[in-house]
Nanobody, 117 residues
Framework: QVQLVESGGGLVQAGGSLRLSCAASRLTFNLFNMGWFRQAPGKERELVATITSGGSTYYADSVKGRFTISRDNAKNTVYLQVNSLQPEDTAVYYC???????????WGQGTQVTVSS
């Protein structure tokens, strides 16, 4: 079955950076839109960034200018470069694959990002 495996999370001080990766398998990766979501303790999951199969990107206002989503279709991998991290960015970060209209079909297991002040 389709697998999405995130990696790259960790503990970082405020102002630091991380590069999150999501490797897909058993998926025609280049045909799918990819997204990064996050869920903080006690909060609902929120959309962070998306990249379409054609490479168009979208960012939530809270991360614009600090986060960058990219994809490498040859490696079946989507990335999220997260810079200038703040404690409020602490969350489990999930990647997802989907079609048009925000229909997210496949999800990874998540990677924890913790930002200390």
């Amino acid at each position: 079955q389709v697998q999405l495996v995130e990696s790259g999370g960790g503990l970082v001080q405020a102002g630091g950076s991380l590069r999150l990766s999501c490797a897909a398998s058993r998926l025609t990766f280049n045909l799918f839109n990819m997204g990064w979501f996050r869920q903080a303790p006690g909060k609902e999951r929120e959309l962070v960034a998306t990249i379409t199969s054609g490479g168009s990107t979208y960012y939530a206002d809270s991360v614009k200018g600090r986060f960058t989503i990219s994809r490498d279709n040859a490696k079946n991998t989507v990335y999220l470069q997260v810079n200038s991290l703040q404690p409020e960015d602490t969350a489990v970060y999930y990647c997802a694959a989907g079609g048009s209209g925000g229909n997210w079909v496949y999800w990874g297991q998540g990677t924890q990002v913790t930002v200390s002040s």
